[in-house]
């Protein structure tokens, strides 16, 4: 991923919750009408990433969050452009 920092590492938030995926937006995410984010993982392997539909961030959000889903889950199921559009 040119121009990511790979010493970014895990930011508390006011309440005290860390980060643990970032999604830096990309000129491909702005000029896609689904929005393809990209989302790297900050906290296990840091610097793997997915490209996920905006539409379905918050799944990823949610599940790692919650420990539901491993990161693995998300980057196995994407489309044959390499982006995650749901379940």
């Known amino acids: 991923m040119q121009g990511l920092n790979a010493r970014v590492g895990p930011r508390p938030y006011p309440c005290g919750v860390s980060a643990s995926t970032s999604c830096p937006c990309r000129p491909v ?7 393809p984010l990209l989302v ?4 296990r392997e840091r610097g793997r990433c997915v490209r996920v539909v905006a ?13 539901n889903m491993d990161f693995e889950e998300f980057t196995a199921a994407v489309d044959d452009g390499g982006v995650f559009r749901g379940f």
């Open 29 to 35: 995410a702005v000029a896609s009408t689904d929005l």
């Open 40 to 43: 790297v993982d900050l906290r």
């Open 55 to 67: 539409s379905e961030l918050w799944s990823i959000e949610n599940n790692l969050l919650e420990a």
